[in-house]
């Protein structure tokens, strides 16, 4: 990331947010903005945040994806609690255990067969 140093036209709103810490200030003459390593902006960054340092921006943006991160959890958990939670009924319980045994059958009689009928690419590497 660099910060890309541009004049502050009278377009400008008065207020700008702080892409750092989020902070609502006021344009100086010179307008700053933090821009990622492909040149593109990603928001202004306030003088408060540009005089603590580069170390201070890092640490600052860290933090801001750490709470979205937290926020869009929380979300996501609220969204499900939004919701009723249907517990598997007792005749499921059993069809899930009858499928497993099924299975774990099957594939023991799999390997019982692969014991007894050993392929010839096998039996080509046994021979050395
Ligand atoms: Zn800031």
């Known amino acids: 990331m660099k910060v890309h140093l541009e004049r502050r036209f009278t377009s400008c709103p008065c207020q ?26 990603q928001g202004d960054c306030c003088p408060n945040c540009l005089s603590l340092g580069s170390q201070y921006i890092l640490e600052k943006m860290f933090d801001q994806t750490k709470k979205i991160r937290e926020k869009l959890d929380s979300m996501f958990l609220e969204s499900l609690a939004e919701n009723n939670v249907n517990l598997p ?34 039996i080509f590497f046994e021979q050395e």
């Open 16 to 41: 700008l947010e702080c892409v750092v810490c989020r902070n609502k200030f006021e344009p100086e003459s010179i307008r700053s903005y933090l821009c990622n390593d492909q040149g593109l902006i």
């Open 89 to 122: 009924k007792i005749s499921q319980w059993f069809s899930k255990l009858l499928e497993i045994f099924l299975q774990e059958s099957y594939e023991l009689q799999i390997a019982k067969i692969g014991f007894r009928n050993k392929s010839k690419f096998t």
